[in-house]
């Protein structure tokens, strides 16, 4: 166990619906990051929130949004899905920013779009 | 970031030490050498990482060129549960943000 915990495990959704994915951060983590990884991209960084405010955004589209609650858990919501959007999400956590030691993942939700 | 170069994939017999090579030519002074290793479709594992010296930690070795431009991560006894994708990334230390990760190295354990 990481201490980074994502939920759901797995999910299977309709093209078209929206579904929000959820990510608890290790205790004392104020960064949290979400990576999304499909077999032809591979890990792809979207964005990145450092105690409640987007610090980076990498490729993430304009359906996607995400937000850090004050207790710093983070949720990334996936609207008008696509079947392409079917992949790995990961979210990773980070006692600060700029730190220049490693980040730690969680396990991360398998989301499958039919 | 700097961009790094990794053998698609790489065997290792059980037991022996696992050598995963990286080139980074383009590195900058103030950009690290970091590792992170997937294994398969885990959340991607921190491993180690280093600035220009030599680093070990109780997973691994990192060796760094005097001229930065290439390193190598050293697992010492492979086991079967190494065998995982392990990636080589360049990053800023200070920045705020991403780890940009390439295609990296499958690493197969062989008993």
């Known amino acids: 166990d990481s201490g980074v915990t994502q939920t759901p495990k797995h999910l299977i959704t309709a093209t078209g619906q929206r579904v929000t994915l959820r990510c608890s951060p290790r205790?004392?983590?104020?960064?949290v990051y979400w990576y999304q990884q499909s077999l032809d991209q591979g890990l792809q960084f979207l964005i990145q929130?450092?105690?409640?405010?987007?610090?980076a955004k990498g490729n993430i589209l304009e359906r996607f949004s995400a937000q850090q609650f004050p207790d710093l858990h983070s949720e990334l919501n996936l609207s008008s899905l696509e079947l392409g959007d079917s992949a790995l999400y990961f979210c990773?956590?980070?006692?600060?920013?700029?730190?220049?030691?490693?980040?730690?993942f969680g396990s991360g939700t398998r989301l499958t779009v039919v | 970031d700097a961009k790094t170069t990794q053998p698609p994939s790489m065997d290792c017999a059980e037991g022996r030490a696992a050598n995963l090579p990286c080139n980074h030519s383009?590195?900058?002074?103030?950009?690290?050498v970091y590792w992170y290793r997937q294994i398969h479709s885990q959340g991607p594992q921190y491993i180690i990482h280093?600035?220009?010296n030599n680093e070990t930690n109780e997973m691994a070795s990192l060796i760094i060129t005097e001229d930065r431009k290439s390193s190598t991560l050293i697992l010492p006894h492979a086991t079967l549960r190494d065998t995982a994708v392990y990636y080589c990334?360049?990053?800023?230390?200070?920045?705020?943000?991403?780890?940009?990760f390439g295609k990296g190295t499958l690493l197969t354990v062989n008993p």
């Open positions: 990773a956590s980070s006692v600060a920013y700029g730190e220049t030691y490693g980040y730690t």
């Open positions: 205790s004392g983590d104020l960064s």
């Open positions: 929130y450092y105690n409640g405010e987007e610090r």
């Open positions: 383009t590195i900058s002074g103030n950009e690290y």
């Open positions: 280093g600035l220009k």
């Open positions: 990334i360049v990053r800023e230390g200070g920045s705020n943000y991403k780890l940009t």
